[in-house]
């Protein structure tokens, strides 16, 4: 079984993750819980509408390390900005939200990145 293997795995039993990356001003690791979600087949970092420090970080330091079943994996942020995939996106996770606001304003608000795994 290769890493990404290994990592999709832990990916689809943990829906409740901690992810480290390096800050954006600082250069120092930052450690956060976040929560990742499923769409077309791949796996996504994002949240309700707000600005969100891991963001900024991986926008300018894309590479992180996903925190998996007392497991360490190397990824890489893939930031979404096209509209048109953010809808596609969003129109996917935000069905399985009950708790979510409108669909638009996920669109407009919200950080998405896609997890790309290395290795």
Known sequence: MTATDETRQALERQRTIEITTTGRRSGQPRRTETWRYRAGG??????SPGSRDWYA??????????????????????PVTDPDERALVFG???????WAESLESWIAGSPLVEIELLG
Do not use: C, K, M
Not at 60 to 78: N, V
Not at 92 to 98: N, Q, Y
């Open 42 to 47: 791949r796996y996504w970092l994002t949240g």
């Open 57 to 78: 970080n991986v926008l300018a330091h894309p590479e992180f390390t996903l925190h998996l079943a007392d497991q360490d994996f190397q990824a890489r942020a893939r």
């Open 92 to 98: 996917e996770i935000v069905l399985t939200l009950d």
